[in-house]
């Protein structure tokens, strides 16, 4: 009694899942138009639904979808996706008006 219980594996690996797509959203945030090594043209191709500016953003940041989609030093394919696919739709809600 007053002893909180060990949170189980499962619970951990999730919450450590989950942790990491949002520090992998930040991160995509913090770097998305990186105009030195991405080239605007294709972040407006990618917004306009162009499939291989859209796969050149994908393999831009491929390196960091895939660091922060590890849990226990091994990639998550469910967490990649997920964060790959957050990343599209954040393409299309991007506004280049700001």
């Known amino acids: 009694s007053g002893q909180r219980p060990e949170p189980s594996e499962s619970f951990s690996i999730s919450i450590s899942a989950i942790f990491k797509v949002l520090l992998s959203l930040f991160f995509m945030t913090y770097f998305f138009i990186d105009y030195l090594t991405?080239?605007?043209?294709?972040?407006?191709?990618?917004?306009?639904?162009?499939?291989?500016?859209?796969?050149t953003v994908l393999s831009h940041y491929a390196g960091y979808i895939r660091?922060?989609?590890?849990v226990h030093d091994q990639v998550n394919a469910e967490v990649e996706e997920y964060?790959?696919?957050?990343?599209?739709?954040?393409?299309f809600k991007f506004r280049f008006d700001r």
């Open 38 to 55: 991405l080239p605007y043209e294709t972040i407006v191709k990618a917004h306009e639904g162009d499939p291989d500016a859209i796969d």
């Open 67 to 70: 660091y922060f989609s590890k």
């Open 83 to 91: 964060v790959k696919q957050q990343l599209i739709a954040a393409l």
